[in-house]
């Protein structure tokens, strides 16, 4: 009987402390839980948890029961040094019956002024074969109280528990600091110093993303492909008060039709997809930080209207759940098409066009600011400069070429190419004569459709993108351009042939 009671009592104990370790994360404080408890439990003197400093190669004690401030600054062992040493070394528990007959014992703390009756219990922490620590025990045995294997047996539980929860502890630490300097360096990145325009135009621009920026509004971007729409979205979040939490963006066009929706809003598990886990979506991802909703001109009519709630209330289900989740995201979207116009055309409902116009911050294209691509030029030259070691610099008749040029890729594009010149220029000054841009021109322009033999060597494959090419460009000319009408006549949605203009670089300029 008093057996089971015991078994009992030490099922409830070690349930307890599995308790206390998973409470929370704090290393110092668990420890310090658990010992008090077993203090209570083991009718200790004293305990103490000692880790591993892995730079000193010291024990140290990071919890302990029973013992002053001092004592536990003094109670510090190399490996292999005292009782506590040798657990470490050995891996091996140790048990002292006597402390005061152990010479080994070395009392380290100075805690312990009456050392005889006083028994030792010492048992290694370590998961998989790594010992990162002990943890022991003083107690006093008598006829009627203790069982030195009990307390053995306990400890052995206790110690693997300890074991698991340190390595999650240190994984938890490593991976807060990564965190923590990744925010950093994004914090960094998404600086408005290193968004750069001198133009009255993009100081305007400028002016709004400051004023917004701490703000929850809605903001809707628009502009050209290439001019900084997710550059903006990303220094609005990182500027705002939300900048701790995650900044998510989803691509409208970049995801087939019939999988945004479980993107933005998840799955339940084992709902009518046949979902076997429960899939977290964007919003939720996005849960106090900021949702980049992309290319919002894409989005499914169907799913507009779901979105529009989630403008209005934060709240949506997600698939196959009839449980509504409620969010707390900032919402940013962009697009390159004329919005307006899609409502017109019917493409778009105007009530989420009305939601998501909140504040809309139009970013002018490169030709309309011909002012910054000088200092962009500059940016950009020192950037690549910095990242190929190089000292490549560009003369006045180079900027002016440069200045000239139309950008049709804006930004983006004036990136790319300084980076190709930066590492392709031959020396430290590039000017007009070896700039690209005659050759780039032509290449940008449309290939005739001529009844060429092919030649042997190519492959299928790009000869098929040719001439999808070629009859994508052929449809958009006949059709002054209208992608609704050019897509009609190709057999293709507007979807796809959208996607098909941007994988081909199809130019508006060559139409
Ligand atoms: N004002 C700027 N100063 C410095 N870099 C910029 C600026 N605007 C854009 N960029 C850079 O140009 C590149 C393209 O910008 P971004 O991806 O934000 O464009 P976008 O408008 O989202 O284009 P798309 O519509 O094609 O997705 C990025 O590398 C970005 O850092
Ligand atoms: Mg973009």
Redesign the pocket.
């Known amino acids: 009987m008093d057996e089971l009671i015991r078994k009992n009592q030490e099922l409830s104990a070690i349930l307890h402390i599995s308790r206390v370790l998973t409470s929370s994360f704090d290393l110092e404080k668990n420890l310090h839980s658990v010992m008090e408890f077993l203090a209570g439990q083991l009718e200790m003197q004293h305990g103490c948890v000692f880790l591993l400093d892995r730079i000193s190669r010291e024990l140290r004690i990071v919890a302990a029961y029973g013992l002053t401030q001092g004592e536990i600054e003094r109670g510090k062992y190399r490996i292999g040094e005292g009782i506590v040493g040798r657990v470490i070394e050995t891996g091996q528990p140790m048990f002292v019956p006597n402390i005061g007959d152990e010479p080994k014992f070395l009392n380290r703390t100075d805690s312990r002024p009456r050392k005889s009756g006083i028994s030792f219990l010492c048992h290694p922490i370590g998961l998989d074969g790594h010992i990162m620590g002990v943890i022991s025990v003083d107690r006093i045995y008598n006829e009627v109280r203790g069982n030195v294997d009990d307390d053995l047996r306990v400890l052995t539980i206790v110690a693997s528990f300890i074991a698991q929860f340190v390595t999650l502890w240190e994984h938890h630490q490593r991976t807060e600091q990564e965190c923590g300097h990744l925010r950093s360096q994004l914090r960094d990145r998404f600086d408005l110093s ?4 001198d133009s009255p135009a ?1 100081q305007q621009v400028l002016k709004l993303v400051r004023k917004v920026a701490a703000t929850d509004t809605t903001v809707l ?1 628009l ?11 990303q220094t609005l979040h990182y500027k705002s008060r939300r900048s701790k939490a995650s900044f998510v963006a989803v ?1 409208m066009a970049a995801l087939p039709e019939n999988l945004i929706e479980a993107e933005l809003f998840g799955v339940e598990k084992g709902s009518f997809t046949g979902a076997t886990a429960r899939r977290v979506g964007r919003f939720e991802s996005a849960h106090e930080g900021t949702i980049f909703l ?2 919002i001109g894409e989005l499914p009519l169907n799913l507009q209207v779901k979105l529009l709630r989630v403008l209005q209330e934060r709240r949506f289900e997600r698939i196959g759940s009839s449980e509504s989740v409620s969010v707390n995201v900032r919402i940013i979207a ?1 697009t ?1 098409r004329n919005l307006l116009e899609e409502v017109k055309k019917g493409n778009f409902r105007e009530d989420l066009y009305w939601r998501l116009n909140v504040v809309p911050i139009e ?1 002018p294209p490169l030709r309309d600011r011909p002012e ?1 691509i000088p200092v ?1 030029l500059d ?2 030259v020192n950037k690549f400069n910095l990242m190929y070691n190089r000292h490549v610099r560009f003369d006045p008749t180079a900027v002016e070429q440069l200045t000239a040029y139309g950008w049709p890729g ?3 594009e ?2 790319n190419s300084v980076e190709r010149l930066v590492i392709m220029a031959e020396k430290d000054v590039i000017d007009g004569g070896e700039l690209p841009f005659r050759m780039a021109l032509t290449a940008s322009k449309p290939v005739p459709i001529v009844n060429e033999p092919v030649p042997r060597d190519v492959k299928l494959g790009d000869e098929i993108e040719r001439l999808e090419r070629n009859h994508i460009v052929r449809a958009l000319k006949e059709h002054g351009g209208i992608q609704q009408q050019a897509s009609r006549v190709l057999g293709l949605t507007p979807r796809q042939l959208g996607y098909r203009i941007k994988k081909y670089g199809i130019d508006p300029r060559e139409i």
Do not use: Q
């Open positions: 290193n968004i750069i325009g993009f971007l502009g050209e492909s290439g001019t900084g729409k997710e550059l903006i979205a691509n992309d290319e962009a390159n970013l910054d962009l940016f950009y804006n930004v983006r004036l990136a």
